[in-house]
């Protein structure tokens, strides 16, 4: 038996509809191992940037912009919500401290609504454009998972970020996409996050350090274009918002 929309999804697609499985894991893994968990999202992060990459040169269909909001909802809302929320209730239950638990469940709630508000409106309104209102996604998710890999784990720090996102998202704040060279700098760092782990597996010879080094530099490079990228990024064909041109 064909499955009926085997022959009306192209190959983007299909990257697309495996990153929103990956999503899926990466929320099982959550209540599991939170490192795995956070470098499952970041999996996610580079499979959302390569399916640009074959839509670009394979072709797309009319159905990806709606399945790429679709896939981002479980990938980069749903994941690092469940992420955050299984950090903070590490260790700690409702009898013990439930101001705290119940802050991070809070906070992932409004993160989810959150990041499902935004990517409609992307997908209604600026799907195709080079530059997206509010802060992506894709980053907020990227910036929660590099900070548990790196060792930033505090309850309330993670609660405070995940809050914040949430209101980012929401924000009128304006963004330009990643060039394609620090796009393609970023998904290095984020496979390099991703595969240590392995390379730690195959060979002693790998320093211990070097796991949290990609991780810290994961962090320093999202959070450079999270607080620098509306001011000072716009370039490459992508022209500034009037209140911002000189």
């Known amino acids: 038996m064909a499955l009926r929309f085997a022959r009306r ?15 899926f894991l990466a929320v099982v893994a959550a209540t599991v191992d ?3 968990a956070a470098r499952l999202i970041l999996l996610a992060a580079v499979a959302d940037g390569l399916d640009g990459v074959v839509a670009r040169h394979r072709g797309s269909t009319p159905a990806g912009p709606y399945l790429d909001s679709l896939a981002d909802v479980a990938s980069f809302g749903v994941a690092p919500a469940a992420l955050v929320a299984a950090v903070v209730g590490d260790g ?5 401290d439930p101001a705290l638990v119940a802050a991070g ?25 080079r530059e997206t209102v509010g802060v992506p996604t894709t980053l907020a998710a ?3 998972a590099a900070a548990v890999i790196a060792g930033y784990t505090a309850p309330l720090l993670l609660v405070a970020a995940t809050a914040a996102f949430a209101l980012l998202m929401g924000s009128t704040v304006t963004y330009p996409d990643l060039h394609a060279q620090d796009a393609l700098v970023m998904g290095v ?10 390379g730690h597996m195959a060979t ?26 509306p001011r000072f990024y716009w370039g490459d064909g992508i022209r500034a918002p009037p209140g911002l041109r000189r």
Do not use: H, K, M
């Not at 469940?105 to 309104?125: E, K, M, S």
């Not at 760092?189 to 392995?198: E, R």
């Open 9 to 23: 999804l192209g190959l983007a697609d299909a990257v697309t509809v495996a990153n929103a499985a990956v999503g």
């Open 34 to 36: 939170v490192a795995l």
């Open 92 to 96: 700690r239950s409702l009898a013990t």
């Open 105 to 129: 469940i809070g906070a992932g709630a409004l993160f989810v609504a959150a990041a499902v508000a935004r990517l409609g409106l992307y997908t209604a309104d600026e799907d195709g454009s």
């Open 142 to 144: 990227t910036v929660l």
């Open 189 to 198: 760092v984020q496979a390099a996050v991703i595969l240590t782990p392995a």
């Open 204 to 229: 002693g010879a790998l320093p211990a350090w070097i796991g949290e080094g990609f991780a810290f530099a994961l962090l320093f490079l999202s959070c450079g274009y999270l607080l620098l990228g």
